[in-house]
């Protein structure tokens, strides 16, 4: 019965390319590979054998898939100038507003990007954030609003919306040391959106596209690394994503064991963008965990 309710949805996931809401199927993955380890032990110990090579193979599946996310950006080097930022899914019915201030008074990041902002939000957080002069905020009522606010020098920021008329997100140029990078603060649709999620994400990538390196974009994108709309936004705009291969930060559900936990938080990032460090913050009040990244640039 264990392999049987683990593997069901491990074969049903590799549809996902086809209809977003088997995409579902595949967030839990990891967790589904493990139970099937211990389904072909179990069935080993019972000497039943072909139990155990099909539960076997449903493994090696899993970790198949989860091995098929974005290529890894690069380490980045000793001594090269680093931005922090701290990429937060507030939750629009969450008031902790004092959860998240302490946060960012304990890890300083640099660039705050935030989801699901809203007018409250933007008024709880208005004076404590006053060491982050440079903002650019379209919160929203409702699950899609967005926000960047920085201590470093914005040298451009402006609203989009992807596709025109969809839910706003945040594109803004921040400087790491003496050069630029360009960032995207977004939330991208659940699968449940179906066409409205996919024109999102072509409409994203076209972005970045035009953008050009070095950039990133992060935020709350509702999907895991692996999964198939994911890659192929990666590859349309070739962008790497700060996991890697099974470099997992669970970051969804909050209030769950870190076993249950799955990365739909994450940041998508050019070829010259590098990966210093990436962690995840403590609890915000809100159902996603904040993730904690440092980004430096590779030397041209």
């Known amino acids: 019965m264990l392999v049987v309710l683990a593997g069901v949805p491990s074969v049903l996931g590799l549809l996902d390319r086809w209809t977003p809401y088997l995409e579902l199927a595949t967030l839990f993955r990891l967790q589904y590979a493990v139970l099937l380890g211990a389904g072909t032990l179990a069935a080993l110990a019972l000497r039943t054998y072909r139990l155990a090579v099909g539960a076997l193979l449903l493994v090696v599946l899993n970790v198949a898939v989860i091995a098929h996310v974005p290529r890894a950006p690069a ?6 100038p680093r931005l922090r930022f701290l990429v937060a899914n507030v939750e629009y019915g969450n008031h902790h507003f004092d959860r998240l201030v302490r946060l960012v008074r304990e890890v300083d990041p640099d660039v705050i990007a935030l989801t699901e902002l809203t007018p409250a939000w933007v008024r709880g957080l208005d004076a404590a954030l006053k060491d982050y002069p440079d903002r ?4 929203e009522e409702g ?7 920085s201590k470093v020098p914005v040298r451009e920021s402006r609203i989009e919306r992807f596709p025109a008329h969809g839910s706003p997100s945040v594109v803004a140029t921040v400087a790491i040391g003496k050069r630029p990078l360009a960032v995207v603060v977004t939330h991208v649709h659940t699968p449940f959106a179906g066409d409205r999620r996919t024109r999102q994400l072509h409409a994203l990538a076209g972005e ?3 953008l050009g390196e070095p950039a990133a974009v992060c935020g709350d994108f509702n999907a895991v690394p692996w999964s198939q709309p994911i890659y192929d936004l990666a590859e349309d705009a070739d962008l790497r994503s700060i996991y890697g291969r099974f470099g997992l930060a669970a970051t969804w559900p909050a209030d769950s064991s870190r076993l249950f936990r799955v990365p739909l938080d994450n ?6 963008v590098a990966v210093a460090e990436r962690r995840v913050g403590r609890d915000i009040g809100s159902d996603h965990l904040p993730l904690i990244v440092d980004l430096a640039l590779e030397q041209r």
């Open 75 to 80: 380490a980045a080097s000793a001594g090269a």
């Open 136 to 139: 650019r905020l379209a919160p």
């Open 143 to 149: 699950a899609y609003g967005a926000g960047l606010y």
């Open 208 to 210: 970045l596209r035009r």
């Open 267 to 272: 940041c998508l990032v050019s070829e010259r």
